[in-house]
């Protein structure tokens, strides 16, 4: 697979053959959004809770007397089908919401992911993304002259200049290689990797 490689204007200067294992898998839908569901599930806690019949602010003196009123006989308020009462099966904090994924299953989405975004010309190369100056203005300038708007920069190495420089840029987001999860490569328009990253990557999905 063939992978455009980009300058700091943003001009395609040359290629990058790149393992077809990784990048010229064919897309598989299911196996992708299974890994993308089990994903945004294990990232879940489980911090929500209900009241049960026990747990809710309620008396235990019966509403009515039992027979003779022509309505329903009723024991308490708290009871699941009274309007106040308690929940029958109540979400609890400590409800696991996590899916298994096994190794197989994601280093296949990953290489469909990173297939599918080749395929359609949202991921680029690049030599190298870090910059000289700690400052958000310059950078920013940089990913303007690249025609870039949203994008997930996955580099081998972040410096301490690339990391306070991009970090309050609101569409831009840099990773390292291990750290580049299935959502947010679905999410940015634009998939930017640097030639070592890309190595990195064959290394851990392909």
């Not at 700091?8 to 393992?19: H, I, P, S």
């Not at 096994?102 to 080749?118: H, V």
């Not at 580049?180 to 490569?185: E, F, G, I, Q, R």
């Amino acid at each position: 697979m063939e992978l455009k490689v980009l300058n700091d204007q943003g001009q395609q200067t040359a290629t990058l053959a790149a393992a077809d294992t990784l990048f010229g898998r064919e897309y598989n839908e299911a196996l992708v959004h299974q890994i993308v569901v089990a994903y945004q599930a294990n990232a879940r806690m489980g911090t929500r809770a209900q009241l049960n019949r026990e747990s809710v602010h309620h008396s235990t003196r019966k509403p009515w007397r039992q027979k003779g009123t022509g309505r329903a006989r009723s024991g308490m308020s708290s009871s699941p089908i009274w309007r106040g009462g308690g929940r029958t099966f109540p979400n609890t904090p400590d409800e696991n919401f996590t899916q298994k994924v096994n190794k197989k299953m994601m280093r296949g989405a990953m290489a469909c992911i990173f297939s599918k975004l080749a395929k359609d010309g949202r991921l680029v190369v690049v030599d190298t993304m870090d910059v000289d100056t700690p400052k958000t203005k310059n950078f920013a300038g940089k990913i303007k002259a690249m025609g870039l708007n949203s994008a997930l920069i996955i580099t081998d190495q972040i410096s301490e200049n690339l990391d306070l420089a991009s970090r309050n840029l609101k569409n831009v987001w840099v990773v390292e290689p291990r750290y580049a999860d299935p959502v947010s490569l679905i999410y940015y328009d634009t998939i930017v990797v640097t030639k070592a990253a890309v190595a990195k990557l064959e290394e851990m999905w392909g």
